[in-house]
């Protein structure tokens, strides 16, 4: 007998007991032989990935694909209530789990005639991702297990919520609200990338919003296409074919519409949160999804490698008619205002989420949640270099009170020098008058002593030309007399020449 | 793969000015020459058939790709089977005719197959898809090119000792056909090729982690 045929003969066996006392008869001593059938046979047993099927992925009909999970049917300690979502290779079952605990979970179970290799090895790296994270806003994986014709399926918390978009829309929430939501979806992408898993699906069907006592939780759904970025997720490679276009357009990054394949790091999730958030802000993606597909593949990425998207204020302000008027009742708002809400930090916060630039991006989703935190809180965002003047309408809005505050005293401050100022002068002025006055009243005062010198001078010249008349008047007296006493005829007699003497004589008399 | 079956025109390119978004209706006359003449004992037109049927399922390929949405893939059975539906809408696809027919596919098959995986091993030293090879090569694969490039190596080995199950794995590993599919390809019982697939499949890996042991170490 030949090896092919020892080794056909040894799988009709059906236990290994058997088997190796096949072995031992077929061979009969022929140890080559015999070790050429057993490594055909570990060959043929061993789980590995090698040849573990066809190369290639193949149609399948109804017929081939085997029975169809139905509603009721039990899954172990599962018990399939109703399917509530289907993928490309997943469908997605409401099931109602019995022991240890009663309750609701979800059931996700690869489709009949889609376990080929590839889909298995992916479904498997998807629970191993969702195992590997604890986080209040990503789905929590409870159990794993495989059907009765071997499909896997795992089980994992039942998220009874809507699509995020559709959540704040049907809500009206205002854009506040929505930054809130969005902040939390971060958060839980962050946690992911910290346990070196990227999503690389991030879109709005993917996170559903649910209500726990009353507060919308976001849970972030499907790793199905997740990637570990450090270690092997499973013993089965992931296959990463190149040619598979992985992800949605409207929300894949410009290097994963590469379609490389080779290197996609977290910052592609980066991109899809900023397209989560355009649409989150304005109602719409930065490209039309529809559009974007008419051109083919290849249009397609030019789109996403090259298009520049429209800042989300100006896309905002495009909106004509209906559209116009529901996105701002869906923000509880007027597009004009929520246009003027946009401008600024939220426009710089989406924009350096869609950076075709990788490394212009956020580096995390933790940054861009803080971002996001900083606007809500008037603090000045990353995404912008700041100037002087925004840094202080930041600072003006976030300290309204001290900024009022400061006002009051430095308008008081103000003030007060005005009215003292003002006070100095006019004591100034009302000075210079005064001593404008006085030296008025001095000068005349001076005027007058001059006045009165001048008058006393003019006295004392008066009493001397005075002086000096009399004396005239008394030498010519005297003349005259002795000229009449020289023509011997008395003019006037003696006794008048002793009348006219001249008064006190104060100068000398022949002066 | 055997080199003798590697098409002389292995880079059959479409007419110029071929429109982006086409039908297929051209009709496969040499094919179905070919098969005719096969069936009437001539020993050259099997050679002859292999790089034919090479050169209309590349063309088929690229048609089916322009004209579907970015995101589909391609399955080689569909290609396969609707490359034959082609064929038998002449009216000459008898049974006979069928069977040869599937064993060009599946080796045409293969090549192809394995000039995308050489590709691939290209573009990983940074070369870039342009063209047909774009269109190609979204044909649905689900195990990496290693695997298939050794897989063609184990196998043109494996077709001198057992030509049956080599050409088994040609149409379950390169085309994904199903067993049934396979049986009545062949005219063989489905566990007939059961067997075949079953040994080609243990023996070709026992090959390929001998020469990795070989060169590289185990897997």
């Known amino acids: 007998m030949t090896e092919r045929e020892i080794f056909l003969e040894a799988l009709e066996m059906t236990t290994p007991e058997a088997r190796a006392a096949y072995l031992q008869s077929a061979c009969s001593g022929d140890v080559a032989l015999r070790h050429g059938v057993e490594e055909l046979l570990r060959e043929h047993f061993s789980n590995d990935s090698l040849i573990a099927g066809p190369a290639v992925e193949a149609e399948r009909s109804a017929a081939e694909a085997g029975v169809e999970e139905a509603p009721a049917a039990m899954l172990d300690r599962y018990k399939l209530l109703e399917k509530i979502g289907e993928g490309g290779f997943g469908e997605v079952w409401m099931a109602e789990q019995r022991e240890p605990i009663k309750r609701r979970v979800a059931l996700k179970i690869i489709k009949p005639g889609m376990d080929s290799r590839q889909i298995v090895a992916r479904f498997e790296a998807e629970r191993q991702a969702l195992a590997m994270m604890d986080h209040a806003n990503i789905a929590k994986v409870f159990d794993a297990g495989r059907t009765d014709s071997g499909r896997p399926y795992f089980v994992m918390e039942l998220v009874r919520g809507i699509k995020i978009t559709e959540y704040c829309d049907q809500n009206q929430l205002p854009t506040r609200e929505r930054l809130d939501l969005f902040i939390k979806v971060c958060h839980a992408i962050q946690h992911a990338h910290q346990k070196g898993i990227i999503h690389r699906d991030i879109k709005p069907s993917n996170i559903l919003v649910t209500l726990h006592d009353g507060v919308a939780v976001p849970k972030v759904i499907d790793f199905g296409i997740a990637k570990a970025t450090q270690q092997e997720l499973t013993d089965k490679t992931v296959f990463t074919q190149f040619q598979q276009f992985i992800g949605t357009p409207a929300y894949i990054s410009p290097e994963q519409a590469e379609m490389s394949g080779l290197d996609i790091d977290t910052r592609a999730d980066i991109y899809s949160l900023g397209v989560l958030l355009y649409e989150l802000l304005v109602g719409q993606t930065p490209f039309d999804a529809k559009e974007m597909m008419q051109g083919g593949l290849d249009a397609l990425r030019q789109i996403i490698r090259e298009k520049e998207p429209l800042r989300p204020s100006t896309k905002l302000n495009t909106l004509q008619g209906d559209a116009r008027t529901t996105a701002g009742k869906r923000r509880q708002t007027d597009v004009g205002k929520l246009v003027h809400q946009l401008q600024g930090d939220l426009d710089w916060i989406v924009m350096k989420c869609l950076e075709k630039d990788r490394t212009r991006r956020y580096e995390t989703a933790n940054s861009l949640a803080s971002d996001v935190q900083r606007h809500l809180s008037n603090e000045a965002v990353l995404a912008r270099p700041p100037s002087a003047a925004y840094r202080l309408q930041k600072a003006w809005q976030r300290n309204k009170l001290v900024f009022t505050a400061g006002s009051v005293v430095a308008v008081a401050l103000v003030a007060g020098i005005g009215v003292s100022t003002w006070q100095a002068v006019v004591a100034t002025q009302a000075r210079g008058v005064a001593v404008h006055a006085q030296a008025k009243a001095e000068s005349s005062q001076q005027k007058a002593e001059t006045e009165q010198q001048r008058a006393d001078a003019q006295a004392r010249k008066a009493s001397e030309s005075e002086q000096r008349s009399r004396r005239l008047l008394y030498a010519s007296d005297m003349n005259l007399a002795q000229q009449a006493l020289k023509v011997k005829r008395p003019l006037y007699g003696s006794g008048r020449a002793r009348v006219r003497q001249p008064g006190p004589l104060r100068f000398h008399a022949n002066r | 793969m055997h080199d003798s079956m590697r098409p002389n025109h292995a880079r059959t390119k479409l007419p110029a000015g071929f429109p982006p978004v086409a039908t297929y209706t051209r009709p496969m006359p040499d094919v179905t020459q070919l098969l005719s003449a096969i069936d009437a004992g001539d020993p050259k037109a099997a050679d002859q058939l292999l790089p034919l049927v090479y050169g209309e399922l590349r063309k088929l390929a690229v048609v089916r790709m322009t004209n579907e949405k970015a995101g589909q893939t ?79 190596d184990a196998l043109a ?31 063989l019982a489905p566990r007939t090729v059961d067997r075949h697939w079953a040994f080609a499949r243990a023996s070709l890996k026992r090959t390929i982690r001998t020469s990795l042991s070989g060169s590289a170490g185990p897997d």
């Open chain 2, 74 to 152: 391609l399955q080689p059975t569909a290609l396969v089977h609707e490359a034959w539906l082609k064929i038998a809408g002449d009216g000459n696809g008898h049974f006979a005719n069928r069977r040869h027919f599937f064993k060009a596919a599946a080796g045409a098959m293969q090549q192809i197959l394995i000039d995308i995986a050489r590709r691939k091993q290209r573009l990983k030293h940074g070369a870039n898809l342009i063209g047909d090879e774009l269109h190609e090569s979204r044909i649905a694969m689900s195990a990496p090119s290693e695997e298939l490039l050794a897989v063609n």
């Open chain 2, 157 to 187: 080995a494996l077709a001198v000792e057992d030509p049956q199950a080599a050409e088994v794995v040609q149409m379950r590993y390169f085309v994904g056909m199903t067993v049934p599919e396979i049986a009545d390809a062949l005219d």
